[in-house]
């Protein structure tokens, strides 16, 4: 099984900045791309950004295109989201994910290894 547990989230005033992480780890597993989706209360869970692990293509919504950037190290099994100039809309809780094959990004069929989630609250 492959655990993927995210830190990073918190509190911030909008405006400010915020970096998640992302480290998997368990049994040996070659991710095709990786990324974030969230969930902000009473709404859907949505696709905020994913990078490819090989080659590093990335892709973003457009609510946080120019705001938020999406890295990887592929030594640490660590994926990065890189937030700022976060907007009191940012409020949800973060998921990382990992997909074994390719696919389309912005659809969570496409994952098969999901976190627990980060909360970031964004306060205005």
């Known amino acids: 099984q492959v655990q993927l547990v995210e830190s990073g989230g918190g509190l911030v005033q909008a405006g400010g900045s915020l970096r998640l992480s992302c480290a998997a780890s368990?049994?040996?597993?070659?991710?095709?791309?990786m990324g974030w989706f969230r969930q902000a209360p009473g709404k859907e869970r949505e696709f905020v950004a994913a990078i490819r692990w090989s080659g590093g293509s990335t892709s973003y919504a457009d609510s946080v295109k120019g705001r938020f950037t999406i890295t990887r190290d592929n030594a640490k099994n660590t994926v990065y989201l890189q937030m700022n100039s976060l907007k009191p809309e940012d409020t949800a809780v973060y998921y990382c994910?990992?997909?074994?094959?390719?696919?389309?990004?912005?659809?969570?069929?496409?994952?098969?290894?999901w976190g627990q989630g980060t909360q970031v609250t964004v306060s205005s």
């Open positions: 994910n990992a997909a074994g094959n390719s696919g389309s990004y912005s659809m969570e069929g496409v994952y098969d290894y």
């Open positions: 368990g049994r040996p597993f070659r991710a095709a791309h």
